[in-house]
T-cell receptor, first 113, second 114 residues
Framework: DTAVSQTPKYLVTQMGNDKSIKCEQNLGHDTMYWYKQDSKKFLKIMFSYNNKELIINETVPNRFSPKSPDKAHLNLHINSLELGDSAVYFC????????????FGSGTRLTVV | AQSVTQPDIHITVSEGASLELRCNYSYGATPYLFWYVQSPGQGLQLLLKYFSGDTLVQGIKGFEAEFKRSQSSFNLRKPSVHWSDAAEYFCAVGLYNQGGKLIFGQGTELSVKP
């Protein structure tokens, strides 16, 4: 199936740990994103990559490091996890720069204890 | 700064009743506007979008939205709500030439009474 898939779906970890979330799209899109949805369901962009190049970095702490090995993959690595990092993280992809044609993954619920 | 406001945090309607979800935006240029729906535990699904042209746009699942430039609004409507429409609804504005970035509103949670 064509889709944006992200793993894992759930992630429970202790403060101070390092964790990664993986994302892959097989839609042939040239742009990929990470969005964070907080406990109040507010969605905010964190990063976007276009053809492996970082385009948007929205004042995210440098404990968060995205990596795009190719245009079909965008991973998110988080160092020294904090309680405030608990959220749902969505990967998405699109073609072009109008915000059009987004396809979202189903999300990764990160809980830091 | 660009922003999107959804004034209603939670709305409850009876099944079969009409629905209108409000969205106001602040953006200096002509906006690209979107409505997304999120079911529990799921990602976001695009309902409809407006780029230009006819200000009344039709979407999936019987939804429509009207762009009103004078009011900076893009309200979502449905003439008859079904129980399966219960979900979280997000209005968003796309920023031209900013890497495809979307600015989302706070969301409106829709509950449907039988």
């Amino acid at each position: 199936d064509t889709a944006v898939s992200q793993t894992p779906k759930y992630l429970v970890t202790q403060m101070g740990n390092d964790k990664s979330i993986k994302c892959e799209q097989n839609l042939g899109h040239d742009t990929m994103y990470w969005y964070k949805q907080d406990s109040k369901k507010f969605l905010k962009i964190m990063f976007s990559y276009n053809n492996k190049e970082l385009i948007i970095n929205e004042t995210v702490p440098n404990r968060f490091s995205p990596k795009s090995p190719d245009k079909a993959h965008l991973n998110l690595h988080i160092n020294s996890l904090e309680l405030g990092d608990s959220a749902v993280y969505f990967c998405a992809s699109s073609q072009g720069n109008r915000g059009d044609g987004y396809t979202f993954g189903s999300g990764t619920r990160l809980t830091v204890v | 700064a660009q922003s999107v406001t959804q004034p209603d945090i939670h709305i409850t309607v009876s099944e079969g009743a009409s629905l209108e979800l409000r969205c106001n935006y602040s953006y200096g240029a002509t906006p690209y506007l979107f409505w997304y729906v999120q079911s529990p535990g799921q990602g976001l699904q695009l309902l409809l979008k407006y780029f230009s042209g006819d200000t009344l746009v039709q979407g999936i699942k019987g939804f429509e939205a009207e762009f009103k430039r004078s009011q900076s609004s893009f309200n979502l409507r449905k003439p008859s709500v079904h129980w399966s429409d219960a979900a979280e609804y997000f209005c968003a504005v796309g920023l031209y030439n900013q890497g495809g970035k979307l600015i989302f509103g706070q969301g409106t949670e829709l509950s449907v009474k039988p």
